[in-house]
Structures are given as structure tokens and as C-alpha cells.
């Protein structure tokens, strides 16, 4: 664990070896928040690989078979709607 210091004007510096450990580099940008009283900093690649996940188990729990397009599936329906009402 590491201790780091709040500067006069809020800033907190990220030591360079767990910058490193988390892959940020200058300009990534990372999500902030409070979770159970504590600041957890997340890389948007992170975040992006717990999203997927989240969709994924989700997905699963709907019962929508792996490669299954829902958004082509609602496309489809609004397609075949506008036919039948003649657009």
C-alpha cells in the first residue's frame, strides 16, 4: 500500500510504479469513484473490459445465444413494421 498527499489545490500524484502496474500512461483517462468510502481509480480500457463482461453475463441470463444481435433483431422488427404500415 502507498500513501500519497493531497496538494494546496486537490491534485494527487500517481507514483510511477503503479502507474505502471495499471498501464497509465500521459492522457489515459480513468473513471473515479467512491466505492465503500474509498476513491477507486479505473483505466477506460478497464472499464471497458468490465462493461463486456457485465453484457456478457447478462446476456447469458436472458438466455440470448452467443452471436445473437439483439439490436439487429429490434432493427428487423422495426423494419418489418414499417412495411406493413406501408413507409
Same mark, same amino acid.
Given at each position: 500500500?502507498?500513501?500519497?498527499?493531497? /496538494? #494546496?489545490?486537490?491534485?494527487?500524484?500517481? &507514483? @510511477? @510504479?503503479?502507474?505502471?502496474?495499471?498501464?497509465?500512461? &500521459?492522457?489515459?483517462?480513468?473513471?473515479?469513484?467512491?466505492? #465503500?468510502?474509498?476513491?477507486?481509480?479505473?483505466?477506460? /480500457?478497464?472499464? @471497458?473490459?468490465?462493461? !463486456? @463482461?457485465?453484457? /456478457?453475463?447478462?446476456?447469458?441470463?436472458?438466455?440470448?445465444? &452467443?452471436?445473437? /444481435?439483439?439490436?439487429?433483431?429490434?432493427?428487423?422488427?422495426?423494419?418489418? #413494421?414499417?412495411? !406493413? #404500415?406501408?413507409?
Amino acid at each position: 500500500m502507498t500513501d500519497l498527499t493531497i /496538494s #494546496d489545490n486537490g491534485r494527487v500524484l500517481i &507514483p @510511477a @510504479a503503479l502507474r505502471e502496474q495499471l498501464g497509465l500512461k &500521459p492522457g489515459t483517462r480513468v473513471h473515479a469513484e467512491v466505492r #465503500d468510502g474509498s476513491l477507486v481509480l479505473t483505466s477506460a /480500457s478497464q472499464r @471497458a473490459v468490465q462493461r !463486456r @463482461a457485465y453484457f /456478457s453475463r447478462l446476456m447469458q441470463e436472458l438466455n440470448v445465444a &452467443p452471436g445473437h /444481435s439483439l439490436a439487429g433483431e429490434l432493427i428487423g422488427e422495426r423494419r418489418a #413494421d414499417n412495411a !406493413r #404500415d406501408g413507409h
